[in-house]
């Protein structure tokens, strides 16, 4: 089992950056297929980024893609979300997800077993 913890948010301006930070602990993040998501107020939660645990490949959803960049530091057992040039409607509660499954990462929530309590970002327009 493994243990997820977010930090980095905050309020920031339009066109500004926020790099997120999602510490784990209990297992080696190493073994696990990483995801962000995020979930506005209204909104169905929304995937943004995913990190492969075989080849150190990352995915992007569209909306995000080119702004924003998602890393792992297995040393320091911490995946990465740097987000730049951040709009109005990047805000929103972001969480990082980690599963063990074999299968490929994927964009449906419902595939990753654990959870970070989350970390608000608000963008002022």
């Known amino acids: 089992q493994v243990q997820l913890v977010e930090s980095g948010g905050g309020l920031v301006q339009a066109g500004g950056s926020l790099r997120l930070s999602c510490v784990a602990s209990g297992r080696t993040l190493s073994t696990y297929k990483m995801a962000w998501f995020r979930q506005a107020p209204g909104k169905e939660r929304e995937f943004l980024a995913g990190l492969s645990r075989y080849d150190g490949s990352t995915y992007y959803a569209d909306s995000v893609k080119g702004r924003f960049t998602s890393s792992r530091d297995n040393a320091k057992n911490t995946v990465y979300l740097q987000m730049n040039n951040l709009k109005p409607e990047d805000t929103a509660v972001y969480y990082c997800?980690?599963?063990?499954?074999?299968?490929?990462?994927?964009?449906?929530?419902?595939?990753?077993?654990?959870w970070g309590q989350g970390t608000q970002v608000t963008v002022s327009s």
């Open positions: 997800a980690a599963d063990l499954g074999l299968g490929p990462v994927t964009r449906r929530d419902s595939a990753y077993e654990y």
